[in-house]
């Protein structure tokens, strides 16, 4: 299986996820700002709500993705507020013809003070354990 893990964040909270994904992966983490140029099976996507929906740069991430490249999307994030961004991503994956797989990682993210210190070490430790289930 070939993986690559790229991700949107504005306060670094889905970036350590990320890296903790990627470790285990055995890929690097990338922000969103570099493309998926090589066959992958799954691309774990990380990214969180900003005013109550996912951010454009996500948006046109996977717009621009190709279809002959990526297997399926795997979605992962966090938010202090709200839950998964997984219906607004698969949304984005459906206009672009990129497969979604339906299992994904979340966990609460600090936001202004709320779930202060979020996602901590559990939940990194947690994100690394969905991404080996991966690896079998």
Known sequence: MKFAVRYYTKTGNTKRLAEAMAQVLGVEALPISEPVTEQVDFLFLGNSYYAFNIDKEVKDFVASLDKNLVGKIVNFGSAAMLNSTYK?????????????????????????????????????????EFAKTFLD
């Not at 459906?94 to 996602?119: Q, T």
């Open 88 to 128: 607004k991503v698969k949304a984005q994956a459906d206009k672009a013809g990129v497969a979604m797989l339906d299992k994904e990682f979340h966990c609460k993210g600090e936001f202004k003070g709320l779930h202060k210190g979020r996602p901590n070490d559990d939940d990194c430790k947690a994100a690394a």
